[in-house]
């Protein structure tokens, strides 16, 4: 089955700088790779997506990019704010019928104001 | 903007009892689905739930475990005979189609004494 893998587990940036974290992922077929952000005592929030056929996809200050081949995919949050401070988790899934996700083991990004 | 809700916030429950955690999915989803995460890992799968069935489940969800959609509206996951290790975090998801965005809930969090 896959296996997801992320680093780092912690990350601390001062605010206005980027962050970047980085997944891998075992199962080649899998094609859809959302990443998601948990604040404290929350449910995950999806932040951003990305599918197999796009090579990067940016939504304001995050963006993300994937590369197929080496079975990775990396999250990317430019101009870092307090309030980016959280628990960031990518996941990775064959698209299709009820396929679930399997999460990586989560980023704690703190940004320092 | 819709969203997810999960009801009870928190459960405490002894070991041995049977509890019941509910959702109620964003209406216009098809698919359905519940993931755990204990304190300070990552969140797990635990089942998918697609027309009226199961359509994935993981490892974790076991005999003890039972997934139901008792009306047009609600989803529910029992747990008939609760162990200490079930205490974590259960969140329910949902997606408007197999392998898209899954919004999840707020989540509720489970003590087994």
């Known amino acids: 089955g896959e296996n997801v893998e992320q680093h780092p587990s912690t990350l601390s940036v001062q605010e206005g700088d980027s962050a970047v974290i980085k997944c891998t992922y075992s199962?080649?077929?899998?094609?859809?790779f959302p990443w998601y952000k948990q604040e404290l005592g929350k449910g995950p929030q999806l932040i951003i997506d990305i599918r197999s056929n796009v090579g990067e996809k940016k939504d304001q200050r995050i963006a993300v990019t994937l590369n197929k081949t080496a079975k990775h995919f990396s999250l990317h949050i430019t101009e870092t704010q307090p309030e980016d401070s959280a628990v960031y988790f990518c996941?990775?899934?064959?698209?299709?019928?009820?396929?679930?996700?399997?999460f990586g083991p989560g980023t704690r990004l703190s940004v320092l104001p | 903007e819709p969203e997810v809700t999960q009801t009870p916030s928190h459960q405490v429950t002894q070991m041995g009892q049977e509890v019941i955690l509910r959702c109620v999915p964003i209406s216009n989803h098809l698919y359905f689905y519940w993931y755990r995460q204990i304190l300070g890992q990552k969140v797990e799968f635990l089942v998918s739930f697609y027309n009226n069935e199961i359509s994935e489940k993981s490892e974790i969800f076991d005999d003890q475990f039972s997934v139901e959609r008792p009306d047009g509206s609600n989803f529910t996951l029992k747990i008939r005979s609760t162990k200490l290790e079930d205490s974590a975090m259960y969140f329910c998801a949902s997606s408007e189609r197999g392998g898209r965005a899954q919004y999840f809930g707020p989540g509720t969090r489970l003590l087994v004494l």
């Open positions: 199962d080649s077929a899998s094609n859809y």
């Open positions: 996941a990775a899934t064959e698209a299709g019928y009820g396929q679930n996700f399997v």
